[in-house]
């Protein structure tokens, strides 16, 4: 079976740009949550989505937006990107909101 | 708010030893509690789920306990192998109104020299 799977895996941009990160759950998982983390940190948590509705939002400024398709993938985007926002972007999928998370390998986002 | 401390931040052990990661939580009104791996550079890969009525679990080589009491959750590891060179990352879930989010500490690099 098929994990998690997040595109691109790596990704450049410049301050200011946009981008959108990509995700696709385990196949029957409904809910999927989107991390940051930085180097040296322990992941943050920015969103978590369940049957295409947002449940949850960590802290993080309204640049930072997210859906999930009926198809249960969902995407994240970042508006007017800042050199801060460069970290590895990680996608996690589980059954149900508070069930064991599966995460993906993570997308590389470097912004110049 | 509920903080998750790792000890200690790195360890530097020989192939064969037994070593005892140690994760602290603030808030003992958790959910679950998971270990993670994460090798430079990747994902998370899911090491032991704990349960709140649960107090510990195995895996192979990987034993892994949980004290809601008094807010810790230690890993053992077996005879220590180059292979288990990575960090490892403890997560509580936060469970609320808001949905669950995990709650990470920063991880413990271990280092597994041959």
């Known amino acids: 079976d098929a994990g998690v799977t997040q595109s691109p895996t790596h990704l450049i941009k410049t301050r200011g740009q946009h981008v959108t990160l990509r995700c696709s759950p385990i196949?029957?998982?409904?809910?999927v949550s989107w991390y940051q983390q930085v180097l040296g940190q322990g992941p943050q948590f920015i969103f978590q989505y369940y049957e295409k509705e947002e449940r949850g939002r960590g802290n993080f400024p309204d640049r930072f937006s997210a859906r999930q398709f009926p198809n249960y993938s969902s995407e994240l985007n970042v508006n007017a990107l800042l050199l801060g926002d460069s970290a590895l972007y990680l996608c996690a999928s589980s059954w149900g909101t508070n069930t064991e998370a599966f995460f993906g390998q993570g997308t590389r986002l470097t912004v110049v | 708010k509920q903080e998750v401390t790792q000890i200690p931040a790195a360890l530097s052990v020989p192939e064969g030893e037994n070593l005892v990661l140690n994760c602290s939580f603030t808030d003992s009104a958790i959910y679950n509690l998971q270990w993670f791996r994460q090798d430079p550079g990747k994902g998370l890969t899911s090491l032991l789920l704990?349960?709140?009525?649960?107090r510990e679990q195995t895996s192979g080589r990987l034993n892994a306990s949980l004290d809601k009491s008094s807010g810790r959750s230690t890993l053992y590891i077996a005879a220590s192998q180059p292979g288990d060179s990575a960090t490892y990352l403890c997560?509580?879930?936060?469970?609320?109104?808001?949905?669950?989010?995990?709650?990470f500490g920063k991880g413990t690099t271990l280092s597994v020299s041959s």
């Open positions: 997560a509580v879930y936060r469970d609320g109104q808001a949905g669950t989010a995990l709650i």
């Open positions: 196949s029957g998982h409904k809910s």
């Open positions: 704990i349960q709140s009525s649960q």
